[in-house]
Nanobody, 128 residues
Framework: QVQLVESGGGLVQAGGSLRLSCAAS????????MAWFRQAPGKEREFVAH????????YYADSVKGRFTISRDNAKNTVYLQMNSLKPEDTAVYYCASHKNSWFNPMGVGREADFGSWGQGTQVTVSS
């Protein structure tokens, strides 16, 4: 198992930016694809972005494409989510997750069932 701890959430005005971080410990971080999901009040958790274990491949939900950037630093066991041009509809609890299988890169929209370790989440609130 891997332990994941998110940070960097907060309150920001529409059009602003935030950078979320997710620090991993407990197993070999660099061999697992990572993802960000989010859950808005009253809604189901949804996929935001994922990044391959090597960091060379990324995939985004249409709702965040062009505004959010996922990246990772394997030397620091950390994955990031840079969020620009934030909108009120981006308000949610953001979770990072580690893929269940090592040396495997997901394709297309990330599925919750493929990710076995989750952080506790960090709240992002975007005011209009």
């Amino acid at each position: 198992q891997v332990q994941l701890v998110e940070s960097g959430g907060g309150l920001v005005q529409a059009g602003g930016s935030l950078r979320l971080s997710c620090a991993a410990s407990g197993r070999t971080f660099r061999s697992y694809a990572m993802a960000w999901f989010r859950q808005a009040p009253g809604k189901e958790r949804e996929f935001v972005a994922h990044i391959s274990w090597g960091g060379g491949s990324t995939y985004y939900a249409d709702s965040v494409k062009g505004r959010f950037t996922i990246s990772r630093d394997n030397a620091k066991n950390t994955v990031y989510l840079q969020m620009n041009s934030l909108k009120p509809e981006d308000t949610a609890v953001y979770y990072c997750a580690s893929h269940k299988n090592s040396w495997f890169n997901p394709m297309g929209v990330g599925r919750e069932a493929d990710f076995g370790s989750w952080g506790q989440g960090t709240q992002v609130t975007v005011s209009s």
